[in-house]
């Protein structure tokens, strides 16, 4: 009886230790920090949802989502180019979204009337380059699952050599958000006024047009080039239903996309552990699910605040 | 004995389906249909290719892949027109899907020898697309009385299977032209003697090195390495992942990775025909570990038959184990 009580008070704070412990571990499976492929898709995975929040405002605002989209769809061409001639996937979706962004950009993409049309040519044709591109790649290469990874990314089998590249590339792109953010914000809100007062309309989209490019690229990257448009869009909408100031929503949006992008990576190493055992699920359904989740919650908060004021 | 072998090359649908979420399948499936117009005019040179031409008196005969095919020559000799379907060691044949060549190719076959669980389904739809009645159809898979969840469908690295099938083709052969069944027979026998070459070097090798740990890409030699004694360190899933062309879990890669880090494994034997991100860093790991690498073919590469492809193999894994030397092509 005594030895009994003796145990019982002796293992009540070790049990509620063990009990912390085994919900970490069961949240954070053993090995997710030490492993090599999680630093690396943390790391890149990082730098992509930071650029990609912060520059999807602007896409937002702009209501060019659409030709987000399209630029992404078209990095499917440009990542199986790649693959075709043997560079990373990396090269070919940042060229064919560049190329395509100008492309838009000549057929006018920038007039309202026009760009659903432009956008949608554009990539009608970047799928059809990409569907020549991965039949040549099959026909004369020894390669499997580059048509999942192309599609819908595969962020842990990415190299630790790409992450300079990433932040390069994630640097061009937000040096020119930050260089041209008042007229572009103000090109983006009212392109009328924004002529009034001097600012060069066309240049500035250009200008934010390529940013988005590269942009986009990088989420092709990530979450392949089917997905890529949820990581740009999705927590910048949630950010502008939370808040009308852009820079704010700028740097929630980025806080949104870093946080949704780091869960799906632990939810994907856990998956493991699911049904069907030792098959990790795609870390792209977890990221643009848990992005579709906070934009809904965002919903909720925004209409519960404007019930309340 | 005469080897004609005519290669078909047009292989045009690049994507491997199965291996993708429903979810995915439907635009999966557009830019198939995109490729598939595409690539239906531009191989239309090539496809003619295909053509059987079959002198007369020959039976024609097809081989879904160019191993089978080649054990057909071996035993039909001159009296037997073999054509392989698959034979291209540079693709992934878990991906390929016939084009009409390969359509009017195996309508006309007499005799079609086929490996079954899911490795050449294709071959079932054509052959449903052109029924014949005297037709004869070796599905090496029923031939052995594998049940459909057998999960390595590399029949032919296992030194029971091809026997079999040799004699299944003496039969079908000699019943289709009587006439020459002494002939087919004393070619059936003449190939199982090929064959001893090899059974034997798998059999030294399970004497001197059972046990052997060894690390894989795909389940390509695994019957091989079973039959040889080897100790596959490998997870499945992640073999399985590969040959499926999925993304494999980080946690597998990890393991992989540390069987050559900690040089745990004595051979590395990398799938030459299927090569992806994953795989490569793979072999660079081995390499910069010094774990010699055994490369391994689904398809006959040129210039083997059946025996002396597979005893090359098995003469690599030796190689690696006792002189620490990497094979990494044929």
Partial sequence: MTRSLHTRTTWTPRSTETAVHALLRAIVEPGFFADGAVQTAAALGGVVAVVAGLIGVFTVIRSQAFAGHALSDIGSAGGSSAYLVGLAPLWGFVGISVLAAAAMERIGVQRARGRDVATGIVLGVGFALASLFLYLGMTYHNGSGEIPTILFGSVFTLSAAELPLVIGLGAVALLVALTLYRPLLLASVSPELAAARGVRVRLVGAAYLLALAITVALCDLTIGAILSTALLVGPAAAALRLTSRPHRAALLAAAISLACTWLGLLLAWDSFYWPPLRHGWPVSFFIVTLVLIVYLAAGALARGRRLRG | MIMRSEIITDIFCPMSVNSIEPVARRSVLALAALAVAITVSACGASGSAARSDSAPGRITAVGAESQYANVISQIGGRYVNATAVMSNPNTDPHSFEASPSVASTVGAAKLIVQNGLGYDSFMNKIEAASPSRSRRVIEVQTLLGLPDSTRNPHLWYDPSTMPKVAAAIVRDLSALAPAHAAYFKANGRRFDATLQPWLRAVASFK????????????????????????????????????????????????????????????????????????????????????IPVVGVYETMPAGYSYGSWMLAETRALSAAVTAHRSTNSL
């Fill in chain 2, 207 to 290: 004497r001197l090195h059972a046990g052997t740990p060894v690390a894989v890409t795909e389940p390509v030699a695994d019957y091989m390495l079973q039959a040889a004694g080897a100790d596959i360190r490998t997870p499945w899933v992640l073999q399985a992942d590969i040959m499926n062309g999925v993304d494999p879990a980080p946690q597998d890669v990890t393991l992989e990775d540390n069987l050559f880090k900690q040089r745990r494994v004595k051979v590395f034997l990398y799938n030459r025909q299927v090569t992806n991100t994953v795989t490569q860093s793979f072999l660079r790991l081995a390499n910069q570990d010094h």
